[in-house]
């Protein structure tokens, strides 16, 4: 996954969300800004890249949302397995 760039983080994020449903990526109905959750991705996301002297990859946005799954996110242990393997699944999907 790493091999494959992502172009735009945004585009990523929100695509990644609409086939997860992990949490909503717009703020409301009538705000289609990204809401807190999908910013922290993208801030993650995009620091990483930063850190690594890397473009964002596939790798890196997994890491990200897994990053707001286990710290953000108030789920139970079962219910974050489940969903990390759920967005392992499509962004894997995607490469």
Known sequence: MKEFK???TQEFVK??????KLFRYECSDKNSDP??????VIEILNYEALLLNEQ???WLGY????SVLHNVLKKSFGQQ???DKK???EVYAMA
């Open 81 to 83: 397995e489940r969903l």
């Open 6 to 8: 992502i172009i735009d």
């Open 35 to 40: 809401s807190k959750k999908s910013r922290e």
């Open 56 to 58: 964002p990859n596939l």
């Open 63 to 66: 890491n990200a949302f897994n």
């Open 87 to 89: 967005l392992f699944d």
């Open 15 to 20: 695509a990644i969300l609409d086939r997860t």
